[in-house]
């Protein structure tokens, strides 16, 4: 009988232990998350009044200073030497964009505390020269493929903020950014010259990126601007896209050709039809 009593304690005692563990654990694991990424994250996360802003969101704000830095003169640039209308108005489309996007990124960083690039990065500079040096068609080539490939970069960064962050303010920006990255990409591709094999083979053959594309920018370095409420940006006008070339009206002789007119039915016939259920 004692025996039973002291096996029936060890069984209760033995499932408060258990219970005990099983609440701790997810303490445990959830503290130690090193190596997981999490930890990183947390670290380079920064609290403003607009929500979390974290490494990849200030990434994402410098990106959009930089790609107004370099592609409003590529823009303007396109619209007095581009060789067709369609690359012109693809040049249109940049300068109205990022004359945009550049106004919006100006806004969002101060209330958030934090200092934009001054200029393009060595690559756009590069990027710059090149467009600079070369004239007719073949300018019209290089613009159309560098800026494609530099939109279709930043697209997926675009896509994953937006998708992610936790900021009010990133999260509008990230909308507008979306729309008007979207609306190049389609102009550009407008031109006709885009060489999509040449896109695939340098997505095929380059790693994918890490978390932060860059050494993320630090955190607010200057004191926030008040808090304010978010609200939606003003919408504004594109230019129109590059026109395609309408189909050619159809031959009105050829059209009766085609259908000639049914002759009328008798009554008789018509009322039988209906009662069938296709008149």
Do not use: C
């Not at 609306?183 to 040449?198: A, K, P, S, W, Y």
């Not at 920018?217 to 896209?241: D, E, I, K, R």
Request: no cysteine.
């Amino acid at each position: 009988m004692r025996s039973r009593t002291i096996n029936g304690t060890g069984l209760i005692v033995t499932g408060l232990v258990a219970t005990l563990a099983a609440l701790l654990f997810p303490l445990w694991s959830y503290a130690d998350r090193s190596g997981t990424g999490l930890d990183r994250l947390n670290a380079e996360t920064v609290a403003t009044d607009y929500g979390p802003l974290s490494a990849l969101d200030r990434d994402f704000i410098a990106k959009v200073r930089l790609a107004g830095l370099w592609e409003l003169p590529a823009g303007q640039q396109a619209e007095q030497r581009g060789t067709t209308e369609a690359v012109r108005t693809a040049g249109e489309h940049l300068v109205e964009g990022h004359t945009f996007l550049d106004a919006r990124v100006r806004e969002v960083a101060p209330r958030l505390g934090l200092e934009l690039p001054g200029r393009p990065s060595p690559q756009q500079r590069r990027w710059l020269v090149e467009l600079s040096r070369a004239r007719g068609e073949t300018y019209d080539e290089k613009f159309a493929n560098i800026l494609r490939r530099a939109h279709g970069t930043v697209f997926s960064l675009v896509a994953e903020v937006r998708a992610n962050t936790r900021n009010a303010l990133v999260r509008s920006l990230a909308g507008d950014a979306n729309t008007t990255v979207l609306d190049h990409i389609t102009v550009l591709e407008e031109t006709g010259l885009v060489d999509f094999d040449g896109l695939a083979r340098d997505a095929a053959t380059t790693d994918p990126p890490p978390l932060t594309r860059s050494s993320a920018p630090p955190g607010p370095t200057t004191s926030p601007a008040p808090a304010a409420p978010v609200t939606p940006s003003p919408a504004f006008s594109l230019p129109p896209a590059a026109s395609r070339p309408k189909p050619d009206a159809p031959d009105p002789r050829a059209q009766a050709d085609r259908y000639p007119p049914v002759a009328p039915r008798p009554h008789g016939e018509k009322a039988m039809a209906r009662g069938g259920g296709f008149a």
